[in-house]
Nanobody
Framework: QVQLVESGGGMVQAGGSLRLSCAAS????????LGWFRQAPGKEREFVAG????????GYLDSVKGRFTISRDNAKNTVYLQMNSLKAEDTAVYYC???????????????WGQGTQVTVSS
C-alpha cells in the first residue's frame, strides 16, 4: 500500500509559477513510477507528466512541454511538478499516482492522492 498526499496548489495569475509536491508513505516508494494527472470540470482525467522509478525517464503532455518539469527525491519520498508560464487552460485538479512501471494511462495506476486545485486566472 502507498499513500500519496499532494500539496502546493493554489491560485495564480497567467504567466506565474507553482510547484506541486507529492509526498508518499507506505511501501517502497523508490520502486514505483509516478505520474501527474489533471482533471478540469467536464473533462476526462489526462496525463500531464511522468517519471520512472529511477528518474531517468520523464514524459510530458505536449501542451506543457518546456513549461513543466517533473523531478523526484527518493530520499524524501517526494515527487515535484514545477509549473512555469501557467495558462488559464492549466486550471484543473492535479493528482499524483503511482504504479510499478511507466504508463500514461490513468486506468493503469494503482494508488492516487486526493488532488490539489490549481487555478490560473487570465
Amino acid at each position: 500500500q502507498v499513500q500519496l498526499v499532494e500539496s502546493g496548489g493554489g491560485m495564480v495569475q497567467a504567466g506565474g509559477s507553482l510547484r506541486l509536491s507529492c509526498a508518499a508513505s507506505g511501501r517502497i516508494f523508490s520502486s514505483y513510477a509516478l505520474g501527474w494527472f489533471r482533471q478540469a470540470p467536464g473533462k476526462e482525467r489526462e496525463f500531464v507528466a511522468g517519471i520512472s522509478w529511477g528518474g531517468g525517464r520523464t514524459g510530458y503532455l505536449d501542451s506543457v512541454k518546456g513549461r513543466f518539469t517533473i523531478s523526484r527525491d527518493n530520499a524524501k519520498n517526494t515527487v515535484y511538478l514545477q509549473m512555469n508560464s501557467l495558462k488559464a487552460e492549466d486550471t484543473a485538479v492535479y493528482y499524483c499516482a503511482v504504479r510499478r512501471t511507466w504508463s500514461i494511462k490513468p486506468d493503469e495506476y494503482d494508488y492516487w492522492g486526493q488532488g490539489t486545485q490549481v487555478t490560473v486566472s487570465s
